[in-house]
């Protein structure tokens, strides 16, 4: 994890889930994280089970309020004078798979508000810190960005957009700030819920063969290209959308 030491990274969404396996690969390289996350009790577990005070921060952040996210950033900048990359992983997703005539234009607007919009307003005030810094933002989108299962309208559209403001902030942003999306798969996340979400991985043999890896994949698998990424080893790479899902989404599939 080279590079790594001291870069100061704002993770959202980093109290759980992919963003808390994130913020833990980053501090096991020696980065200073800034967890921002809606959920106050999860932030603080996360804080008490990554136990490095001295490494960590968090921010209680909402990424659809603006004053919110303005708040985020300037606290990170105040404890740590700096800040050298953004991940942008805070989303929702509809659990439900409403069909689009059931789903109302709040629910629309709240899962493309916190998954898009919460994107632009966390680039937004991170610019101007990230300038000084030859920084990156890195975008966590999802595979729906590219194909989708029935019912998932507002987060495929979600996702879709993010893949589009990546290239569109790398071209506005660029040469100073670097900004590339990531579009994880199948990433098994059970075991890095916050305590009364967390239980063991219920995983099939099929689950796993159907991927042509063998395997689903985890956090880490995700927290590895974003650690790459914001690398110097990296430093030609801007734009781009990186698929992580053990090649699942290459692989053709017939119904018998």
């Known amino acids: ?41 999860a932030g603080e577990e996360c804080l008490a089970e990554l136990n490095r005070p001295e490494r960590l921060l968090f921010m209680e952040t909402d990424v659809t309020d603006e004053a919110s996210v303005k708040a985020c950033i300037d606290g990170a900048v105040k404890r740590f004078n700096k800040i050298n990359a953004l991940v942008n992983n805070a989303g929702i997703a509809d659990p439900g798979r409403t069909p689009i005539e059931e789903t109302s234009l709040a629910r629309w607007q709240h899962i493309i508000g916190t998954n898009l919009t919460g994107c632009f307003l966390t680039a937004k005030y991170a610019a101007p810190y990230l300038r000084r810094t030859q920084g990156n933002i890195i975008n966590i989108a999802s ?31 660029g040469p100073a700030i670097r900004v590339n999306c990531l579009s994880p798969g199948w990433i098994e996340v059970s075991e890095w819920k916050k305590k009364n979400l967390r239980h063991p991985p219920a995983l099939s043999a099929e689950d796993h063969e159907q991927h042509p890896a063998g395997r689903v994949g985890n956090p880490l698998d995700v927290a590895a290209m974003v650690a790459f990424l914001i690398s110097p080893e990296a430093g030609f790479i801007t734009a781009q959308n990186f698929v992580i899902d053990g090649g699942m989404t290459r692989k053709m599939i017939y119904a018998d």
């Open 143 to 173: 595979t729906r960005a590219l194909q989708s299962e029935p019912h998932t309208e507002a987060y495929s559209a979600s996702k879709g957009g993010l893949v589009a403001l990546t290239h569109a902030l790398a071209v506005s942003l």
């Open 1 to 41: 994890m080279q590079g790594l030491a001291d870069q100061v990274v704002i993770v959202t969404g980093g109290a759980q889930g992919i963003g808390k396996g994130i913020a833990s690969y980053l501090l096991d390289g020696n980065a200073l994280v800034v967890i921002a996350d809606i959920d106050a009790g």
